[in-house]
């Protein structure tokens, strides 16, 4: 009987748990401009590789997560501009001991979501083992074990087609870094329920040499004709392409559909479309905006003898080109404003959605305090003959949020030991931390900065004060152009900037991020720890 109630206790904490973090609106990015149109971007945040399905009234999308733990992020709307994220398909990746450090740029590129027959299926490519699928009667998970659908280095990018036939097919592409092969697209049978591939591949797209980097293709069949609709041209600077044939193995004839044209959205690509319950056809992409990642736009779409066109014709080429705003898709019923979690005030018994570790989670690296108040983060060993912390696991991170926002959080630091370490910090390939630090029996505040961490870069201290209090306010602030500006408090409301300016850089193919490390030199049998309060994301004043 114990058991059952505290099944049913788990179960009701976790349904709350769901509702909170639909119900969160941002204070520095809402896209529903509350008159009937949105603003682009829908999304400010580095969801990379969008694809989307529509099951009855509902928007279900997923995106890269690379290495980053849980992955395979689970987004929920239903107009398309207002999106909340409601969980995650992957818990770790395999393998378990490859992926228990970080592996940047490296796990879950590119999937592609669809339901099939009363379930949610997601491909994804790992380009150094293979394709992967696993699927769900519920987008809220649980979501099985990922099947190796084929094995290869270098295999990215697939998405799946159910014919009405009965026969499957998947559609995908090559990592030039893993292949040695790229720019090219196929096309193979697959067995109806998704698990492996069946014949030969057939070449249906060869993007040499004006349309190089085709890759991120997604597959859909509309009106009698197969469509392939494929990025090409690279991330920054690249167009969007669709193929289409009546047959899944072409030939294709294609044309390009999306550019940047006249406007300051560089490389519109790389996404999916849908249409509405309302017969409306929308198109979801992203832009490279440097640290901030890959940020989500909409597009509207229509159709025109036959091909897609994107966003607005503005020159009169033939070509769409990405709207800034425009009017909200149509739907049947109110759907509020809600937008991805950012602050967590870490009351429950669970962390935000929003957080994730920088390779796979161990339990010794943090918890949740539950009504305590405040989520647990260890000082754990640094990684063995370490010059930084870039191959730190151990780091609780979220994505930039706006092109402008400031971050707060109190923590308390129970230091032990000399060498131990809590910070507060904006990692990339380059990365600046403030931190509280016990060195000589002493504990110091300090600013650091590490250039070209994926080099092998050194960290250089920037600003160290001693302190007494072991609990303390911290600040980034993030202005336009990603300058991040670092300070704490000893009191909470008198903040002091210290060390220099930093300008924030992406990372292995994953924008800029911000959270948490606790680290130690050497290990002991009870290292000490920091109790983070609670994290604030507001505008800046």
């Known amino acids: 009987?114990?058991?059952?109630?505290?099944?049913?206790?788990?179960?009701?904490?976790?349904?709350?748990?769901?509702?909170?973090?639909?119900?969160?609106?941002?204070?520095?990015?809402?896209?529903d401009q509350g008159d009937g149109t949105y603003k682009n971007p829908i999304i400010h945040a580095d969801y990379s590789?969008?694809?989307?399905?529509?099951?009855?009234?509902?928007?279900?999308?997923?995106?890269?997560?690379?290495?980053?733990?849980?992955?395979?992020?689970?987004?929920?709307?239903?107009?398309?501009?207002?999106?909340?994220?409601?969980?995650?398909?992957?818990?770790?990746?395999?393998?378990?001991d490859h992926f228990s450090k970080p592996q940047h740029g490296k796990g879950v590129w590119a999937p592609s979501i669809?339901?099939?027959?009363?379930?949610?299926?997601?491909?994804?490519?790992?380009?150094?083992?293979?394709?992967?699928?696993?699927?769900?009667?519920d987008p809220k998970g649980p979501w099985t074990k990922p099947v190796l659908v084929k094995e290869g280095k270098g295999l990215i990018d697939p998405c799946p087609l159910w014919d009405?036939?009965?026969?499957?097919?998947?559609?995908?592409?090559?990592?030039?870094?893993?292949?040695?092969?790229?720019?090219?697209?196929?096309?193979?049978?697959?067995?109806?329920?998704?698990?492996?591939?069946?014949?030969?591949?057939?070449?249906?797209?060869?993007?040499?040499?004006?349309?190089?980097?085709?890759?991120?293709?997604?597959f859909y069949k509309f009106n009698g004709y197969y469509y392939i609709f494929a990025p090409a041209g690279?991330?920054?600077?690249?167009?969007?392409?669709?193929?289409?044939?009546?047959?899944?193995?072409?030939?294709?004839?294609?044309?390009?559909?999306?550019?940047?044209?006249?406007?300051?959205?560089?490389?519109?690509h790389q996404g999916g479309w849908v249409e509405t319950p309302m017969g409306e056809f929308w198109f979801i992409h992203f832009q490279d905006k440097g640290a901030y990642g890959r940020i989500l736009h909409l597009q509207p779409m229509r159709w025109e003898k036959g091909w897609p066109l994107l966003g607005q014709d503005f020159d009169g080429n033939g070509v769409g080109e990405p709207v800034s705003s425009f009017k909200k898709p149509v739907i049947k019923s109110h759907w509020p404003v809600i937008t991805p979690p950012e602050s967590d005030e870490f009351n429950g018994y669970t962390t935000g959605l929003q957080w994730q570790w920088h390779a796979n989670p161990n339990i010794n690296y943090g918890y949740p305090s539950g009504n305590l108040g405040f989520f647990r983060l260890n000082c754990r060993p640094r990684p063995e003959n370490a010059t930084n912390l870039w191959d730190v696991p151990n780091m609780l991170l979220q994505k930039f949020p706006a092109p402008v926002f400031r971050a707060t959080t109190k923590v308390t630091f129970n230091h032990r030991f000399n060498g131990e370490e809590a910070g507060f910090i904006v990692m990339g390939d380059s990365y600046q931390y403030i931190s509280l630090k016990q060195e000589n029996d002493k504990l110091w505040i300090k600013v650091v900065r590490c250039k070209d961490a994926r080099k092998g870069g050194a960290e250089e201290v920037l600003f160290k004060q001693e302190i007494s209090n072991n609990t303390i306010w911290f600040r980034i602030e993030v202005h336009d152009g990603a300058i991040c500006r670092f300070g704490f408090s000893e009191n909470g409301r008198r903040f002091k900037v210290v060390g220099e300016d930093f300008q924030a850089v992406p990372g292995r193919w994953i924008g800029a991020k911000i959270g948490y490390f606790a680290v130690r030199d050497g290990i002991i049998n009870d290292a000490g720890n920091v109790d983070i309060d609670w994290f604030r994301v507001e505008p800046i004043n």
């Open 1 to 31: 009987m114990k058991n059952l109630f505290a099944t049913i206790f788990v179960w009701v904490i976790s349904i709350l748990s769901i509702f909170a973090q639909e119900e969160y609106v941002s204070k520095v990015w809402v896209a």
């Open 49 to 96: 590789d969008p694809d989307l399905c529509r099951v009855g009234d509902d928007f279900y999308m997923t995106a890269s997560s690379f290495n980053c733990i849980p992955g395979l992020p689970i987004l929920h709307s239903k107009d398309l501009v207002n999106w909340t994220l409601i969980g995650y398909a992957i818990n770790s990746l395999s393998p378990e």
């Open 114 to 137: 669809r339901y099939h027959n009363g379930e949610f299926y997601i491909y994804y490519g790992d380009p150094d083992f293979g394709i992967f699928m696993l699927k769900s009667s």
């Open 164 to 218: 009405e036939d009965g026969k499957a097919y998947l559609v995908y592409a090559f990592a030039g870094s893993r292949a040695g092969v790229k720019s090219v697209l196929l096309v193979q049978g697959m067995t109806p329920d998704g698990t492996s591939l069946v014949g030969d591949p057939v070449m249906v797209f060869d993007g040499h040499p004006d349309n190089p980097t085709v890759e991120g293709p997604k």
């Open 234 to 268: 690279g991330v920054s600077h690249g167009w969007q392409l669709a193929l289409r044939s009546k047959n899944p193995f072409g030939p294709y004839e294609f044309r390009r559909v999306l550019e940047q044209g006249s406007t300051d959205i560089n490389g519109p």
